[in-house]
């Protein structure tokens, strides 16, 4: 579920999304990727993010860009 992967407050860095427990912003996992940088590179430099936080907000993603009514699971 997403909201077990994501998490935002306006007193973390002002509402920008972040993984849930850190002050990773989701964006930096997806610059990463469309950087043309490995999974395992931002693990190594997010060590606060866990491999299935990442999974499943991959997943919701996946879920969301290819079914037929454009929902992501919540």
Do not use: C, W
Request: proline content about 5%.
């Amino acid at each position: 579920m997403l909201k077990d992967i994501v998490n935002i407050d306006p007193e973390v860095l002002s509402g920008t999304p972040v993984f849930k427990g850190t002050r990773v912003p989701i964006k930096a996992l997806f610059d990463y990727l469309e950087g043309g940088k490995t999974l395992d590179a931002f693990f190594d430099d997010f060590p606060a993010v866990k491999h299935s936080q990442v999974t499943g907000l991959l997943n919701a993603a996946h879920q969301l860009l290819t079914s037929s009514d454009g929902k992501a699971a919540a």
